[in-house]
């Protein structure tokens, strides 16, 4: 088999990266020279309470207060933010004459700094902000420091929040940070558990990002590496959070993942995973690995040699296979990694009745059309009620 280009022969398209990462074992010790570059006085830190009781805030803001910056955190920052709790850091940063934001933690903390660095500089409220493109002023100046990772906060122009029952998103290049420092040791400390949904959530991003009606050529080669290094170490990093090698690969795929689906965009696997993680208090990588092989079977007649370049990069033994075939060892391979992750597989498992899903569909159909219209297969309500049930039933 060979990957073709053909996908891209008449496609005119662009990529854009503008956070600058410091990337390596240790690099976070670069914290202070990589602050002291934007020459601030007063500095606003955004974690979340585990965090920060772990000692890596403080470990990290030490430093800073050593050489002479003023820095105050902010540490309410829960799993799956609400819209309330970026409202506080936005008063907070807005009071007080910051000069610049850092955001340390897994992509909650993250997308809230982003937050807390926009509307420094914009009015109004953080409701006025969602959608695409509405950030329109330049932001305080931030840096990203990721202790989980799978989210590609670090290197994405988004921030999700919770609304009530819906996830809703900023999404701005005015968003991207100045600097992302990304330092496999931070996550020495994270459980296995949120080791296994944030890496899922890093594949969910690549494989979102392939399948992307907005796919491109570097696209796609991002995708594909993360592809490989999930499938190399994430299992690695599930089962000894000590193996920085393994912690290594998933810091480098959850960013390759994150450029790929900053330009590419995602798709039905995340809209589908929107509907039911805030209702039934799934962990989002939990919740977007519940769904993602269903979406990439329903996908795989429009993007068979896609999912055949995945298989390729997983490391499968596809050899005189044809592009079906290949997905289907890809769709197989992703089945058996969320498996041995030990992550949820069906919507009963997680305690969703039945009942409920064809208001999910509504649901999917209502609040999630971004990633309806990036899906390379369009789905019917029917389709989709099809899929939930089969979800549902874990066929």
């Known amino acids: 088999m060979e990957v073709k280009l053909q996908h891209f022969l008449f496609k005119t398209y662009s990529y854009y990266t503008p956070t600058r990462i410091v990337f390596g074992v240790h690099s976070s010790k670069k914290l202070v020279e990589e602050v002291s570059k934007f020459s601030p006085k007063k500095v606003f830190v955004v974690s979340g309470k585990t965090v920060r009781s772990l000692g890596i805030v403080d470990e990290l803001c030490k430093p800073l207060e050593e050489a002479g910056f003023s820095v105050t955190v902010f540490s309410q920052v829960e ?48 409701s006025e902000y969602v959608g695409a493109y509405k950030v329109k002023e330049k932001r305080l100046p931030l840096i990203l420091v990721p202790t989980v990772f799978g989210t590609g906060s670090e290197v994405s122009p988004a921030a999700v929040v919770v609304d009530g029952r819906v996830k809703v998103a900023l999404w701005s290049f005015n968003l991207n940070a100045d600097v992302s420092i990304i330092d496999p040791v931070l996550s020495i400390t994270v459980p296995p558990k949120t080791t296994a949904a944030s890496g899922i959530d890093a594949l969910s991003h690549a494989i979102e990002s392939l399948m992307s009606v907005e796919a491109n050529n570097f696209t796609d080669a991002l995708a594909l590496e993360a592809i490989g290094l999930v499938f190399t170490y994430l299992e690695r990093a599930y089962a000894n959070g000590e193996d920085i090698e393994a912690r290594y690969g998933v810091a480098l795929a959850s960013a390759l993942a994150g450029m790929a689906f900053t330009n590419a965009g995602l798709c039905l696997p995340h809209g589908i995973a929107y509907t039911y993680a805030v209702d039934y208090k799934l ?34 033994d596809v050899a005189g296979f044809s592009s079906k075939e290949a997905a289907v060892e890809a769709i197989g391979a992703v089945r058996e990694l969320i498996e041995s992750l030990e992550l949820p597989t069906s919507l009963s498992d997680v305690g969703v009745p039945k009942e409920e899903l064809p208001k999910m569909v509504e649901d999917l ?21 099809k899929l939930y049930e089969a979800m549902w039933e874990e066929l």
């Open 79 to 126: 799993p799956e933010p609400s819209i309330d709790t970026a409202r506080k850091a936005v008063l907070a940063v807005r009071s007080e004459g910051f000069d610049l934001v850092i955001g340390i933690g897994g992509g909650s903390s993250m997308d809230v700094a982003k937050i807390a660095a926009a509307l420094a500089k914009n009015p109004g409220d953080v």
């Open 283 to 316: 962990a989002h990588g939990a919740s977007c690995a519940l769904c993602l092989p269903y979406v990439m079977e329903y996908n795989l007649p429009t993007v068979p040699e896609k999912l055949a370049s995945a298989a390729l990069a997983m490391g499968l």
């Open 365 to 385: 159909f209502t609040n999630q059309q971004r990633f309806i219209a990036r899906n390379p297969r369009k789905p019917t309500k029917e389709d989709m009620e």
